[in-house]
């Protein structure tokens, strides 16, 4: 229900941005978040925006470098990350949260993508 796209092999300083796409049902009324897992450790909140986009939320590590956004005209959310650093380096999940205003808390959201892969390199 949910398409997580845009990952893909970049040098580090270099940007992309990632695209979650999803029917209308999953994204109505739902906050998304970006999640990301990196080989060898757990899956970690990255960002994540309110149903109206007023209110969003970033990792310390991420902070100032990527930007989570939403157009729920085409149920779309994107995460546009500049400055990008070999520690990004990971696979990155989007998921629709149970409420209108989103957490940093995996059990909160209830739909996942399938994960899009992101690689920076040195």
């Known amino acids: 229900q949910l398409q997580a796209s845009g990952g893909g092999l970049v040098q580090a300083g270099g940007s992309l941005r990632l695209s979650c796409a999803a029917s209308?049902?999953?994204?109505?009324?739902?906050?998304v978040g970006w999640f990301r897992q990196a080989p060898g450790k757990e899956r970690e909140i990255v960002a994540h925006?309110?149903?109206?986009?007023?209110?969003?939320y970033y990792a310390d590590s991420v902070k100032g470098r990527f930007t989570i956004s939403r157009d729920n005209a085409k149920n779309t959310v994107y995460l546009q990350m500049n400055s990008l650093k070999p520690e990004d380096t990971a696979v990155y999940y989007c998921?629709?949260?149970?409420?209108?205003?989103?957490?940093?808390?995996?059990?909160?959201?209830?739909?996942w993508g399938q994960g899009t892969q992101v690689t920076v390199s040195s």
């Open positions: 998921a629709s949260h149970r409420t209108s205003y989103g957490s940093s808390r995996q059990y909160d959201y209830n739909y």
């Open positions: 925006i309110s149903f109206r986009g007023g209110v969003t």
């Open positions: 209308k049902r999953t994204f109505s009324n739902n906050a």
